[in-house]
């Protein structure tokens, strides 16, 4: 069945640093897809990046990149010189190819990041 | 502007009280669920919708319905609400169900079943 499994409920990183945020997932399909969102205390679900299990390399948008290591079956988010703004809950999250049954976005429980300025 | 409008984004109920959460969505997407967050827990899904007249149950579907009339709208309906449905609400679209679809969120219902 498939999975996400986000091992870090929180973490607080000095501004202008570097961050990583953990997901594993599990998954018997060949073909899906890796998202992460983030989520503002003011509550909406923010898409920050994808990457496709196909996809030779990693996903990258502006300061966020997703280290894909398929082998591990690990999609962690990266994020370059963090903002105050960084703060917020952050959800890995996975899509099979549903050729049996509609296809679901399943979610990770998130991880709270907190920048210090 | 293409977006997933929900309603209301705040409700306050008691027990037993039939409510509706409305979801619209104005981008001709084919697939939609609604899902609900729990601290810990991530979101999980309640109902999904493949297009209009078919639904079907997700992981979390007791207490809920849904109907799926129109192709934008997708409404979810406690006819009975308990405690244990105080939760943060999302309504999702996409396109299509395929593994590189993103999801388009509302902005999220907060319910408090008293």
């Known amino acids: 069945a498939q999975k996400i499994t986000q091992t870090q409920p929180g973490m607080f990183v000095q501004e202008k640093e570097a961050v990583t945020l953990d997901c594993t997932y599990d998954?018997?399909?060949?073909?899906?897809?890796l998202f992460w969102y983030k989520q503002p205390s003011s509550g909406e679900m923010i898409f920050l990046i994808y990457?496709?299990?196909?996809?030779?390399q990693n996903a990258t948008e502006g300061r966020y990149s997703l280290n894909f290591q398929k082998a591990r079956k690990s999609a962690n988010l990266v994020i370059s010189a963090s903002q105050l703004g960084d703060s917020a809950m952050y959800f890995c999250?996975?899509?099979?190819?549903?050729?049996?049954?509609?296809?679901?976005?399943?979610f990770g429980s998130g991880t709270r990041l907190s920048i210090r300025p | 502007e293409a977006q997933v409008t929900q309603n209301p984004r705040y409700l306050i109920t008691v027990t037993g009280k039939k409510l509706t959460v409305t979801c619209s969505q104005n981008?001709?997407?084919?697939?939609m669920s609604w899902y609900r967050q729990d601290p810990g827990l991530g979101l999980r899904q309640i109902y999904y919708?493949?297009?209009?007249?078919?639904?079907d149950k997700g992981d979390v579907p007791e207490g809920y319905k849904v109907s799926r009339k129109e192709k934008r709208n997708f409404p979810l309906i406690l006819e009975s609400p308990s405690p244990n449905q105080t939760s943060l609400y999302f309504c999702?679209?996409?396109?299509?169900?395929?593994?590189?679809?993103?999801?388009?969120f509302g902005q999220g219902t907060r319910l408090t079943v008293v």
């Open positions: 981008m001709n997407h084919e697939y």
């Open positions: 998954t018997s399909d060949q073909s899906y897809g």
């Open positions: 999250a996975m899509r099979e190819a549903g050729y049996s049954s509609a296809s679901k976005i399943i």
């Open positions: 990457q496709g299990s196909y996809d030779e």
């Open positions: 999702a679209s996409s396109l299509s169900q395929g593994p590189g679809t993103e999801a388009f």
């Open positions: 919708s493949m297009n209009v007249e078919v639904t």
